[in-house]
């Protein structure tokens, strides 16, 4: 049977690696860094020029209104970020602004993936434009760096494993304060180490390769996880929200492992927190 989205996830791994030349070109020269939502919340000309060329592109190759976008610039400047039935890309133009601003060896990634209804991904691509490494997967049909199988590891000894999680960009004393209380329950299992990469996009790649067994974090967007989402589940990774139910793609809490066991042993630890969702309606 004709696979209809063969073209579209051929076509994205094209425009990522089109995107990621820009950001690589972008990287010599001076970044100039503005905030969004806080202090901590970076973006660049790069971010947003990006977005468009990514947006221009898919426009270009399907057609003015065949798709949805959500981009994390276009919401960030007030446009709608909410998944209907309508086939929907998901853009992050730099994932790990944040590392991308130091212009030092860090990783900063570019992803996209395509949606067609809420927790249904067809396929996400995350090129780390740095080490000019290209992930990918396709729903049902595995999941690849540089067009190489990965797989999550097998570990299923909490006491030997490593743990991701970052701090996102919401600075107030009673959030960090649970961050790093959760941080220290689970370092205290214990686990061999606890990591953080800077960007989402990495530290999925990094447990759908068996690099680390978990990466969890209450406070992402849609846009930081949707690719590394399906590549994690590819791999033979699993998702779930940090309560230990379902995991939903706009809630903003994620934790994704290389199997439920790890995952439900560090949920025990989580300190949740409320974070707004993704498509909760903007305020008045
Ligand atoms: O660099 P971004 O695309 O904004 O994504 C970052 C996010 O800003 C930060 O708060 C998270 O902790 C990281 O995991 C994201 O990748
Ligand atoms: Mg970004």
């Given at each position: 049977m004709e696979d209809p989205w063969q073209k579209a996830y051929d076509f994205a791994v094209a425009v990522a690696r089109k995107a990621g030349a820009e950001i690589r070109k972008a990287g010599e020269s001076e970044i100039r860094v503005m905030t969004k939502s806080s202090t901590v919340d970076l973006v660049t000309k790069t971010d947003e020029r990006v977005e468009k060329i990514i947006i221009s592109s898919l426009k270009e190759e399907f057609g003015e209104d065949a798709h949805c976008f959500i981009g994390e610039e276009s919401v960030a400047k007030g446009e709608p970020c909410v998944l209907s039935d309508k086939p929907t890309w998901i853009i992050d133009p730099v994932d790990g602004t944040t590392n991308f601003?130091?212009?030092?060896?860090?990783?900063?990634?570019?992803?996209?993936?395509?949606?067609?209804?809420?927790?249904?991904?067809?396929?996400?691509?995350?090129?780390?434009?740095?080490?000019?490494?290209?992930?990918?997967?396709?729903?049902?049909?595995?999941?690849?760096?540089?067009?190489?199988?990965?797989?999550?590891?097998?570990?299923?000894?909490?006491?030997?494993?490593?743990?991701?999680?970052?701090?996102?960009?919401?600075?107030?004393?009673?959030?960090?304060?649970?961050?790093?209380?959760?941080?220290?329950?689970?370092?205290?299992?214990?686990?061999?180490?606890?990591?953080?990469?800077?960007?989402?996009?990495?530290?999925?790649?990094?447990?759908?390769?068996?690099?680390?067994?978990?990466?969890?974090?209450?406070?992402?967007?849609?846009?930081?996880?949707?690719?590394?989402?399906?590549?994690?589940?590819?791999?033979?990774?699993?998702?779930?929200?940090?309560?230990?139910?379902?995991?939903?793609?706009?809630?903003?809490?994620?934790?994704?492992?290389?199997?439920?066991?790890?995952?439900?042993?560090?949920i025990k630890e989580i300190e949740i927190f409320p974070v707004g969702r993704d498509d909760a309606p903007a305020e008045k």
């Open positions: 601003k130091t212009k030092k060896n860090f990783s900063f990634e570019l992803l996209k993936d395509d949606l067609f209804k809420l927790s249904f991904v067809e396929f996400g691509v995350v090129y780390s434009c740095l080490e000019d490494k290209m992930y990918k997967a396709r729903k049902g049909k595995g999941a690849f760096c540089d067009d190489e199988p990965i797989q999550v590891s097998d570990m299923k000894d909490i006491n030997k494993s490593i743990i991701i999680s970052e701090h996102g960009t919401d600075r107030s004393p009673e959030k960090v304060t649970k961050i790093f209380s959760t941080m220290q329950k689970i370092l205290c299992i214990p686990v061999h180490g606890l990591r953080g990469s800077g960007t989402a996009a990495t530290n999925m790649c990094l447990v759908a390769t068996g690099a680390v067994e978990a990466f969890f974090e209450i406070g992402i967007h849609c846009w930081d996880i949707a690719a590394g989402v399906i590549i994690v589940k590819e791999a033979g990774g699993i998702l779930l929200d940090v309560d230990g139910g379902p995991f939903d793609l706009m809630s903003r809490r994620m934790v994704s492992a290389n199997n439920e066991l790890i995952a439900k042993r560090i």
